[in-house]
């Protein structure tokens, strides 16, 4: 078993001991504590969460300043995931909110805390069954993560792994894309990391004009993808949402021909 799935296994084991069976039976606090890591908010310079730990228990501090219960909600399991899978790092472990949000950039402790942190709080057959009764689109994320409490990025996230539509998420900034990770059935070669966004984009939007369109908008295919077959006439939708406090944006984008 890799150390990913690892992550996954061990909080599926937490979710069967608290025998969760709805989004509203998630409390994070108390399911910390059970673990023997015990949450308090306070100003952390520098940091969203803060881990120090002992051989047997451990204190989560968390940014107080942090304004969305479901980001905090979401640095909580993160640093419980620290805390259960990683027993050899530093016994100081400071996250910081731009280390959280770059998801798959940093080392492997962070990717494995965030996938521990997402089966906690979005349990994979839940999640798939509330994402089932609605349409694709950034206002389906945003409800999906009002129903789990979650942050919208790692609910995004959450939806392009285990929603019913083959999609990909992208997050830009400065007009380069930062990052995407795309559904397991989505089979098209997306455009490479880095690599500067399309003028023609929905991100691109906010980046010349502060603004993203409120609804999804139809892009040719070259907009986002890299590769195509030649004999598919391919139709894709983005649909975008600003994140100001990173100078970023968000973009859902699923194929709506082919």
């Not at 084991?13 to 606090?29: C, G, N």
């Not at 472990?93 to 492997?108: A, D, G, L, P, V």
């Not at 908008?217 to 983005?238: A, G, H, K, Q, R």
């Amino acid at each position: 078993m890799s150390s990913y799935q690892r992550a996954i296994s061990k909080a599926k084991d937490i979710l069967k001991e608290f025998d969760i069976t709805s989004p509203q039976h998630i409390e994070i606090d108390a399911i910390a504590a059970s673990c023997g890591a015990y949450v308090h908010e306070k100003k952390i310079a520098g940091s969203s969460a803060r881990l120090v730990r002992g051989k047997s228990e451990a204190f989560i501090t968390i940014n107080e300043d942090i304004e969305y219960s479901g980001q905090k909600r979401f640095s909580i399991a993160h640093e419980l995931g620290h805390f259960l899978l990683h027993e050899s790092i530093n016994q100081l472990k400071n996250c910081s909110e731009e280390m959280m949000y770059q998801w798959y950039r940093t080392s492997r402790y962070e990717p494995e805390a965030n996938a521990f942190a997402s089966e906690l709080l979005m349990p994979s057959h839940l999640f798939s069954d509330y994402s089932r009764q609605y349409p694709i689109g950034i206002d389906t994320i945003k409800e999906l993560a009002s129903i789990f409490n979650t942050s919208l990025t790692a609910t995004a996230i959450r939806y392009v792994e285990h929603g019913p539509f083959p999609c990909f998420i992208v997050l830009s900034r400065a007009r380069q894309i930062v990052w995407f990770t795309k559904s397991h059935d989505f089979r098209f070669r997306i455009i490479s990391p880095e690599a500067t966004i399309h003028n023609a984009s929905c991100a691109n939007d906010y980046f010349t004009s502060g603004i993203v369109p409120e609804s999804p908008e139809d892009l040719n295919c070259d907009v986002w993808l890299e590769e195509w077959p030649d004999n598919m006439n391919i139709t894709l939708s983005e649909h975008a949402i600003p994140l100001p406090k990173f100078d970023s944006v968000l973009s859902l984008i699923w194929v709506t021909n082919s």
